[in-house]
């Protein structure tokens, strides 16, 4: 069935350094893929998007990788700070091209450590 | 830019009872998306709406949930009665069209007691 996975339930980090957040998911026709970001209490929020016909995309301190021939989204984060830590989901479009169904994943947590 | 805004934001419960929620999405979006999102989980689409018509209520458990958007932009959710396990935050979203971008709102909070 249809499902989008993290690898990693929490992931922590030194200040400063990058971040890695990975996740897997299962079906091949999916064509847009979302990284959300949820502080406690909160929505989520934005913060990129790609779509399948993209294997890269970067935006202000992330980038986007997608590998469709292993089903693999990663977000990373440069120079990773304190306001960073959150729950991150990514999440896929698994819908038709045109009804914007979103499955999230289960979110990995990032500690930011000072 | 206003974003999605909800209400209440807290709301507690005891089974049985009813509740309802309300969402009025950014100016202009045709979707709005209502999702459940239990305590470490990611959100769960509820219903999809495009304008005022549903587009996906698959996973609407339409015994006692119903959520209508009537003029086509505010939209409410109403579960009557709640069980325990409604326990969660109710997330509403909407996006310029089915394709675009999908914005959250800051979601209630459900305690059924």
């Known amino acids: 069935g249809e499902s989008v996975g993290l690898h990693l339930p929490t992931l922590s980090v030194q200040e400063g350094d990058n971040s890695i957040i990975n996740c897997a998911y299962s079906?091949?026709?999916?064509?847009?893929f979302i990284w959300y970001k949820q502080e406690s209490g909160k929505g989520p929020q934005f913060i990129i998007d790609i779509r399948s016909n993209m294997d890269k995309r970067q935006g202000q301190r992330v980038t986007v990788l997608l590998n469709k021939t292993v089903k693999h989204l990663s977000l990373q984060i440069a120079a990773t700070q304190p306001g960073d830590s959150a729950v991150y989901f990514c999440a896929e479009n698994t819908g038709s091209s045109n009804t914007g169904k979103l499955i999230f994943g289960q979110g990995t947590t990032l500690q930011v450590k000072p | 830019e206003a974003g999605v805004a909800q209400s209440p934001r807290y709301k507690i419960i005891e089974k049985r009872q009813s509740v309802a929620f309300w969402c009025n999405p950014i100016?202009?979006?045709?979707?709005l998306y209502w999702y459940q999102q239990i305590l470490g989980q990611g959100p769960k689409l509820l219903i999809q709406?495009?304008?005022?018509?549903?587009?996906?209520d698959s996973q609407l458990p339409k015994d006692r949930f119903s959520a209508e958007r009537l003029k086509g932009v505010d939209s409410t959710l109403k579960i009557q009665p709640a069980k325990l396990e409604d326990s969660a935050v109710y997330l509403c979203?909407?996006?310029?069209?089915?394709?675009?971008?999908?914005?959250f709102g800051p979601g209630t909070r459900l305690t059924v007691l």
């Open positions: 979203a909407s996006s310029l069209d089915q394709v675009g971008k999908v914005y």
């Open positions: 709406f495009q304008n005022n018509g549903v587009v996906d």
């Open positions: 079906n091949s026709a999916s064509d847009y």
């Open positions: 100016s202009g979006h045709a979707t």
